[in-house]
């Protein structure tokens, strides 16, 4: 979520989605539910609003922001889980689907939950800390120097994986690994001073890396770019907004590859990413790194 109140490139999800009186839709990410509000509002008494987000604190804020609708539907699910969410649907195939990936502010912004190096908190950085699993502490703990290189490599884009996997180990014989503190001042010891990004925290890409591969959500957008044309009804329109390149990819290939088969399901409505004004950047530094792209369902 954008700043607690506007959601990111809010306009362009409503010019592209355009939720019309009466229509089912899906708001896989709800968050702060910034998004599903416009969207609720637009599709007034006689549509239907499934909202769902793998986060229980983030359910329970929306519902508060979302009270006034009666036909919006709360589940506590991933947003993957297409079956469960069709069947909160009622079975009815949706006119507009809409994902807004990532974290939102409340979740980075309280040190407990382990997502941000702003703040000190246990490594814990799982969405949903109820379902059990591995939190970053245990990666941290029991994956190899190869093993977190490559996951920093890889979901992280950092260059300075093998450095930093390396400082980790050396670390973690002396100390466990268990506070986000700790670990943005291993990382940015472990990069040369002169190779520290300019805009970001040195940290950063580890912490993106980590949580990827925590809640592993390229799995989640994965079988959701699978499966969700079997739930959109013709004439349908899904959106995506990823904040890094290994998400934006993905959406764009899915889509394109949909449109692309000589029985094409899809229309790409986006040939380019849209991205935001400067204006919006200005107002909320989130936004920066937000790509939209958007697919209508023709058959
Ligand atoms: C960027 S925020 C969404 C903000 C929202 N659009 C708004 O206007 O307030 C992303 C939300 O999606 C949730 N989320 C991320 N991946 C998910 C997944 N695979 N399944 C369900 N929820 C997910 C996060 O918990 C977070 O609350």
């Not at 993957?80 to 079975?91: I, Q, V």
């Not at 190899?144 to 884009?157: I, V």
């Not at 400082?167 to 291993?186: H, K, M």
Request: aromatic fraction near 6%.
């Amino acid at each position: 979520m954008a700043d607690g109140h506007v959601p990111v490139l809010f306009q362009e999800i409503l010019g592209l989605l355009a939720p019309a009186p009466g229509e089912v839709f899906l708001d896989g990410t709800v968050g702060g539910g910034g998004h599903a509000e416009q969207i609720a509002e637009r599709i007034g008494p006689a549509g239907l609003l499934v909202c769902a987000d793998a986060d229980p604190a983030m359910l329970s804020m929306a519902s508060e922001r979302l009270r006034r609708f009666p036909r919006v539907r709360l589940v506590h699910a991933d947003f993957s889980d297409l079956g469960a969410l069709r069947e909160a649907a009622g079975g009815r195939m949706f006119d507009g689907m809409l994902l807004d990936l990532g974290l939102s502010s409340p979740q980075l912004d309280d040190p407990s939950r382990g997502f941000s190096f702003r703040g000190d908190g246990p490594l814990d950085m799982r969405r949903d800390p109820g379902a059990g699993g591995a939190d970053a502490r245990e990666i941290l703990r029991r994956a190899t120097e190869r093993e977190l290189a490559d996951l920093f490599f890889r979901y992280g884009e950092e260059r300075f994986s093998r450095r930093i996997a390396r400082a980790l180990v050396a670390r973690r014989r002396e100390e466990p690994i268990e506070r986000t503190a700790q670990l943005a001042d291993l990382v940015r010891a472990a990069i040369p001073r002169k190779a520290w990004p300019r805009t970001i925290h040195p940290a950063t890409r580890v912490f993106q890396a980590l949580r990827i591969a925590v809640n592993r959500e390229l799995e989640s957008l994965d079988a959701f770019l699978d499966g969700f044309a079997a739930h959109l009804a013709p004439g349908g329109r899904v959106a995506v907004i990823s904040f890094h390149s290994l998400e934006d990819r993905m959406v764009k290939l899915s889509f394109r590859a949909q449109a692309s088969r000589t029985a094409a399901v899809l229309q790409v409505l986006t040939r380019k990413p849209v991205v935001p004004q400067e204006e919006e950047i200005e107002r909320n530094p989130r936004a920066a790194s937000a790509k939209l792209r958007a697919a209508r369902k023709t058959v």
